[in-house]
């Protein structure tokens, strides 16, 4: 079984609007986290935010919050007031007990003016 | 502070030549990581170095690839020979040994490769 799985390949969101990239997970360890990565064009992979299995508050960082539904298996991740910068592919990913890393297969995020 | 290095940024060889990257993880980050990520997918794992041990290799293609991390500092990935299926972006990442989930990975820029 996928360990995590992002089932939008592609969302497009117009300038200034708030978009949701999804992502469900697997694990069996009580103790995980969740990591959302963007990966510009230009290559490099730049953290975004983090949320722990034991969190009672959905994390949030700047226009980046994620929606975390632990019964559900989910971590979604809301980009609110859309820029064009934020035109990139972004990545889940969860780390479990054991120091493994697990990335999801990337949502492309296009914005349009 | 310094983030993690790499070399070359980018690499174009034909295919059976042999390749190898360089990275310099941030400066005292016990835990290595070389990703392949193929256009278009999530990086894959090739395998994790804990200090100069490995952890997990299990999806690096013994056979081609080899990958070494002798004084646990920096670290090569070499292929030999190259096919065309190894055309990819590989990523280098570091991590601190705290092994608590928050622990985040950093990861450099990555070397771009082109098998012709």
């Known amino acids: 079984a996928q360990k995590i799985t992002q089932t939008q390949p592609g969302m497009f969101v117009q300038e200034k609007e708030a978009v949701t990239l999804d992502c469900t997970y697997d694990t069996s360890d009580p103790s995980y986290g969740l990591f959302w990565y963007k990966q510009p064009s230009s290559g490099e992979m730049i953290f975004l935010i983090y949320?722990?299995?034991?969190?009672?508050q959905n994390a949030t960082e700047g226009r980046y919050s994620l929606n975390f539904q632990k019964a559900r298996k989910s971590a979604n991740l809301v980009i609110s007031a859309s820029q064009l910068g934020d035109s990139a592919m972004y990545f889940c990913?969860?780390?479990?007990?054991?120091?493994?890393?697990?990335f999801g297969t990337g949502t492309s995020l296009t914005v349009i003016p | 502070e310094a983030g993690v290095a790499q070399s070359p940024r980018y690499k174009i060889i034909e295919k059976r030549q042999s390749v190898a990257f360089w990275c310099n993880p941030i400066?005292?980050?016990?835990?290595l990581y070389w990703y392949q990520q193929i256009l278009g997918q999530g990086p894959k794992l090739l395998i994790q170095?804990?200090?100069?041990?490995?952890?997990?290799d299990s999806q690096l293609p013994k056979d081609r690839f080899s990958a070494e991390r002798l004084k646990g500092v920096d670290s090569t990935l070499k292929i030999q020979p190259a096919k065309l299926e190894d055309s990819a972006v590989y990523l280098c990442?570091?991590?601190?040994?705290?092994?608590?989930?928050?622990?985040?990975?950093?990861f450099g820029p990555g070397t771009r490769l082109t098998v012709l």
């Open positions: 400066s005292g980050h016990a835990t």
């Open positions: 949320q722990g299995s034991y969190d009672q």
């Open positions: 990442a570091s991590s601190s040994a705290d092994r608590t989930p928050r622990n985040e990975q950093f």
């Open positions: 990913a969860m780390r479990e007990g054991g120091n493994q890393f697990y």
């Open positions: 170095f804990q200090n100069n041990g490995v952890v997990d």
